[in-house]
């Protein structure tokens, strides 16, 4: 039985890919360590959990773990008790917006964790390290694709506190051979996603009866991808990756506005999109394209999308659709409150 240790797993992505590896792996044991954070949710899990009640320790395949993985007494605890086969990390502070006035979460999870992770998989000499990384550290792309080799060029701090974790974890595979590898992964959508990201904000304030506010003209262009087709990803750089390498894992692109009128119609909304959205200034720095080059990973993984943009996000409508209580809760919360208010009127500061 492996044995893999998921940080960040209550969250979006993570969630589902503890999901994926608990249904597709039945010999394999997932530890899951979550701060539990505003967009940590243990009730993603809900049903993992619920499956694991009354089995026998020695045969428990999940477990989870409240802890920060920048607590070094608390990493050292779980690598000398676990023998551990594969770390994942999806530890990380991820939305733009809140970077550009809350920064220092940023840095302190995303770089400082990242590092006592880093270090605790040197010390404990574990077989393989996936940091999950995000294109937005090659920054803007007026043309063309970005490779993993392509220089990193963060245009905010979220972007910027991942280029340092990456930097740092290349550091670590060159200084000490840690067998590790980066995957970096475009703008994932799906089930279980917290609804200040762009996609479940929309699908609720549609069917709230609100307006869905747009940084800037909603030119943006990014590479949009069903989080299944993410895990499958990482599942096949975990088994089939090579050590010290980065792997992009890319979607298909979509500018804002066509990801809105997507939704609208998915919802069968009556009128059209412009009634309603609402405009905001848009983010300082924003960039105006992402485009990862994924051939790396067809070619070395045999990494390919399975979902097609239309019906996976029809997909994820209907999950939004079945499970109001999930985001109610959350969009009732008063953090959620605090940051879309900001958000509406463009206040970064």
């Known amino acids: 039985m492996k044995t893999i240790l998921v940080c960040g797993g209550c969250g979006f992505i993570g969630s589902n890919f503890v999901r994926y590896l608990y ?13 539990l954070t505003y967009s940590g949710n243990r009730d993603n899990l809900a049903d993992i959990e619920r499956r694991e009640l009354g089995v026998a320790e020695s045969s428990s395949r999940y477990s989870f773990i409240h802890g920060d993985i920048g607590d070094k007494n608390l990493l050292e605890q779980i ?3 676990e023998k551990l086969d594969i770390v994942v990390n999806f530890a990380a502070e991820s939305h733009v917006d809140r970077s550009l006035y809350a920064s220092y979460d940023f840095i302190h999870t995303n770089i400082m964790g990242t590092h006592a992770l880093t270090e605790e998989c040197r010390r404990y000499k574990i077989p393989r390290f996936v940091q999950i990384s995000t294109d937005e550290v ?12 392509a220089a990193l060029n963060p245009s905010n701090p979220y972007a910027a506190s991942k280029a340092g974790a990456d ?3 290349k550091s670590y595979m060159r200084s000490h051979k840690l067998p590790a590898l980066i995957v970096r992964g475009s703008n994932n959508f799906g089930p279980y996603q917290y609804p200040e990201k762009l996609i479940p904000l929309a699908i609720s304030n549609f069917l709230d ?17 069903y989080v299944f087709d993410f895990c499958n990803g990482i599942d096949l750089a975990i088994h089939r990756g090579k050590d010290y390498n980065i792997y992009n894992i890319g979607g298909v692109p979509r500018t804002n506005l066509q990801v809105l009128e997507s939704v609208r119609s998915a919802l069968n909304l009556p009128h059209p999109l412009d ?31 399975e979902h097609d943009f239309d019906s996976a996000l029809k997909s994820t409508v209907q999950w939004y659709l079945e499970n109001k209580n999930w985001w109610g809760k ?10 879309y208010r900001r958000q509406e009127k463009a206040d970064y500061y």
């Open 167 to 169: 930097v740092i974890i």
């Open 138 to 149: 090659y920054g803007d792309v007026p043309e063309g694709y970005s490779a993993e080799e």
């Open 23 to 35: 249904n597709k792996y039945p010999d394999y044991k997932l530890i899951n360590l979550d701060l």
């Open 275 to 305: 009634h309603y959205k609402s405009h905001t200034n848009d983010r300082p720095g924003a960039d105006l394209r992402y485009a990862p080059d994924t051939a790396k990973s067809s070619r070395e993984l045999g990494w390919s999308l």
């Open 79 to 81: 690598f000398i008790n």
């Open 209 to 225: 009866g609100e307006k869905i506010p747009i940084h800037g003209s909603g030119a943006h262009v990014r590479h949009w991808i």
């Open 330 to 339: 959350i969009k009732r919360d008063k953090l959620f409150i605090e940051h």
